[in-house]
């Protein structure tokens, strides 16, 4: 028989000691304003430099075996860099702290800039560890390569607001070592929104906790972004969009959704692609060719092989040279009209944005990038290019992606502008304790350590 005392120890302990959820609370329709940040007009170098490093990034984030892995609410995006990233903000600590980060479909990772970052993190603002009495330090090391950089720091765990939800105990990093320029202010880090199984840290994604956790009224999110790259008017920051948590916004899309089941096992946001079509001609799709859904990429990459015949209909397009490797240039005089299916209905790219950017008086860059990613992995990646076009939902059960057509409200956002989402601390209305596989360290108050004590001297002496 199992002595009262011991029966009483137990009863004093926090349900967190032993990982229990707490109760959900069920949550209204929200949703997350999304900015876009626009930087300076660009030359043509900068420009360069950019394409290089989207490039590179994603080879590194999608290429070979030696790669690590990588209720309802809405967060408004903002779109940054002429429609080249998406972010929106999240409230981390107690007192909960605020901070903007670039939103990711493509990684599973959730990493903000530490207070100790120094030099490297620039302007941008960062999360003091010492400042939240609910932070726990896993004492595991973090390490991202991008192709242009990295970040790494340590995992810890802390309570994480976003969108009216609060997770206790949410796995996430803490950077304290970055490339230089990984980040540009405002931005502090990113949100993964892909699935654990390629999570570096090992910590279920923010999403996929409140998800499992049943704490949305539909386990699932949308993601609807905006068009400035084609609007010479456009500032700084620009409104990006919308990120929908736990439910779907039937006034940003027309019709069904379309869903797509993902093949195999979730780790990307991956989906056959079956059909593909340039001015009216098909491309050669081999048969089981899957494409990862990535809001963290700009554009669009594939096999060097389907990239060719792609630009091979358009005429006086060209392999671009120098850090424009792996692109192509086009006369910008041409209109160049792409579909895609993924085996349900077709989806159209608009010109717009088939046109990354302008090279000289008369030539512009394509889009669409030759990469070869590593074994295992999707080897097509569909970025922003194709997103503006459509409103997407990633469904956590069954695993899937969904796309709709942009209703008229959706479309007219696009080069609108207007006030641009800050990073703001709203009011949580469902909370969720994290209780994942991943590590977890819990700290016994002096009180409680000395009751245990005391609670297992009594045993002794029965």
């Known amino acids: 028989m199992i002595p009262l005392i011991f029966l009483a120890f137990l009863s004093v302990l926090p349900a967190d ?18 900015l876009r940040r626009n930087q300076s007009p660009r030359d043509v170098t900068e420009w360069s430099a950019l394409a290089k490093s989207q490039r590179d990034n994603l080879i590194a984030k999608y290429g070979g075996p030696t790669t690590r892995k990588r209720s309802s609410g809405y967060n408004l995006i903002v779109d940054q860099q002429y429609d080249s990233s998406y972010y929106g903000s999240l409230a981390v600590g107690t007192p909960a702290v605020s901070f903007d980060v670039i939103l990711d479909t493509g990684s599973a ?8 970052c120094g030099t490297s993190c620039g302007s941008v603002s960062t999360y003091n560890p010492s ?6 330090n896993l004492s595991t090391s973090f390490d991202i390569q991008y192709g242009s950089g990295f970040a790494a720091g340590y995992v810890a765990q802390d309570m994480v607001q976003m969108a009216g939800f609060s997770v206790s105990s949410q796995g996430f990093a803490v950077v304290d070592s970055v490339s230089q320029n990984l980040l540009t202010s405002p931005v502090s880090g990113l949100l993964g929104l892909a699935w654990q199984t ?8 923010l999403w996929q906790t409140l998800a499992s956790n049943n704490a949305w009224d539909s ?4 993601v609807q972004l905006t068009r400035y790259t084609n609007d010479s008017t456009a500032q700084q ?15 940003l899309y027309t019709g069904s959704i379309d869903y797509i089941n993902i093949p195999g096992t979730p780790s990307y946001w991956y989906i056959p692609l079956t059909s593909m079509t340039v001015q009216g001609n098909s491309i050669s799709i081999t048969s089981g060719t899957t494409a990862a859904i990535d809001t963290g990429t700009t554009n669009i990459a594939g096999p060097a092989s389907s990239i060719q015949a792609i630009y091979a209909q358009i005429p006086n397009s060209q392999p671009a040279t120098g850090e424009w ?5 086009f006369p910008c005089s041409t209109t160049v009209n792409v579909e895609l299916s993924f085996g349900g209905a077709t989806w159209s790219i608009s010109p717009a944005d088939f046109a990354f950017t302008q090279s000289t008086s008369t030539e512009c860059i394509g889009a669409f990038f030759e990469a070869s990613t590593g074994t295992g992995s999707p080897s097509w990646i569909i970025g922003d290019a194709f997103l503006k076009n459509v409103y997407s939902v990633f469904r956590y059960n069954p695993p ?31 909370s969720v304790t994290n209780t994942s596989d991943a590590p977890r360290r819990h700290s016994l108050s002096a009180s409680l350590s000395t009751f245990l004590f005391l609670a297992f001297s009594a045993l002794l002496l029965l």
């Open 17 to 34: 000691t032993f990982g229990a959820p707490t109760d959900i609370v069920s949550a209204s329709g929200q949703a997350i304003s999304l």
């Open 109 to 116: 990772d959730l990493w903000v800039a530490g207070s100790s």
């Open 131 to 136: 400042s939240s009495s609910t932070f726990q």
């Open 198 to 205: 390629i999570a570096i840290s090992s910590q279920m994604p």
């Open 219 to 222: 386990a699932l999110f949308g």
């Open 237 to 251: 920051l620009e409104p990006g969009g919308v990120l929908n948590m736990g439910y779907t916004n039937s006034s």
């Open 325 to 329: 490797a792996g692109y192509y240039s």
């Open 400 to 430: 899937s992606v969904g796309f709709a057509n942009l209703s008229s409200v959706a479309i007219a956002e696009n080069g609108a502008g207007g006030a641009v989402p800050s990073a703001t601390i709203g009011t949580v209305s469902a």
